[in-house]
């Protein structure tokens, strides 16, 4: 396929898309990045090989999935021109990635309980790590927010048709990585240890 050909539109399209998969690639490589640098540091004499993940973290994986979920069933209603299924589905996926942030802090309040903080003479590595990992990924989940809120605003502006959903499906793309993303990151903490 020839990038240059077809229509300004198109072209576009091509463009926008190309810049979110550069920003995706760019980011999983900072994660790979992070968790490479776990294993690595895994050799230390200070690493916990006990380590207890907060159950907030679990809790907070099935929100976040079942936020991709309905952000799916955002995506088919608005291929049916299904306006009021689509706001409530793009609401509830808001609704679920603020939950998803606030069991977040629940597990680092969790991480605390235990006797770990990020810094200071109390701090460990392994969960210095698990702070640095997550806060950049909650980080990022913000972003992703921030996106979902302008595709709900547009979506209740009547922006979006089944013809013209571009701005719903990079947000979804990005929304999705984001629940890969940490979907890998807890699996990687639960069993590298």
């Given at each position: 396929?020839?990038?240059?050909?077809?229509?300004?539109?198109?072209?576009?399209?091509?463009?926008?898309?190309?810049?979110?998969w550069?920003?995706?690639?760019?980011?999983?490589?900072?994660?790979?990045?992070?968790?490479?640098?776990?294993?690595?540091?895994?050799?230390?004499?200070?690493?916990?090989?006990?380590?207890?993940?907060?159950?907030?973290f679990?809790?907070?994986?099935?929100?976040?999935?079942?936020?991709?979920?309905?952000?799916?069933?955002?995506?088919?209603?608005?291929?049916?021109?299904?306006?009021?299924?689509?706001?409530?589905?793009?609401?509830?996926?808001?609704?679920?990635?603020l939950?998803?942030?606030?069991?977040?802090?629940?597990?680092?309040?969790?991480?605390?309980?235990?006797?770990?903080?990020?810094?200071?003479?109390?701090?460990?590595?392994?969960?210095?790590?698990?702070?640095?990992?997550?806060?950049?990924?909650?980080?990022?989940v913000?972003?992703?927010l921030?996106?979902?809120?302008?595709?709900?605003i547009?979506?209740?502006r009547?922006?979006?048709?089944?013809?013209?959903?571009?701005g719903?499906?990079?947000?979804?793309?990005f929304w999705?990585?984001?629940?890969?993303?940490?979907?890998?990151?807890?699996?990687?903490?639960?069993?590298?240890?």
């Amino acid at each position: 396929m020839d990038l240059t050909q077809g229509t300004p539109k198109e072209k576009n399209i091509r463009a926008k898309k190309m810049m979110l998969w550069f920003g995706i690639i760019s980011l999983l490589m900072a994660f790979a990045g992070w968790t490479s640098a776990f294993i690595v540091s895994s050799s230390r004499k200070d690493w916990l090989n006990d380590l207890e993940l907060p159950s907030a973290f679990f809790y907070s994986t099935a929100i976040i999935i079942l936020s991709s979920l309905t952000y799916i069933a955002a995506l088919k209603a608005r291929k049916k021109d299904q306006h009021s299924p689509t706001t409530m589905f793009l609401a509830i996926t808001l609704v679920l990635g603020l939950v998803f942030i606030a069991l977040q802090f629940l597990g680092f309040s969790q991480i605390v309980d235990q006797g770990y903080y990020f810094t200071g003479p109390t701090s460990n590595i392994t969960m210095s790590y698990i702070y640095l990992i997550a806060m950049v990924h909650v980080v990022h989940v913000v972003a992703g927010l921030i996106s979902l809120l302008v595709v709900v605003i547009n979506q209740v502006r009547n922006k979006y048709s089944s013809s013209n959903m571009l701005g719903m499906e990079l947000g979804a793309t990005f929304w999705h990585f984001l629940d890969l993303l940490w979907v890998y990151l807890i699996l990687f903490f639960y069993f590298f240890k």
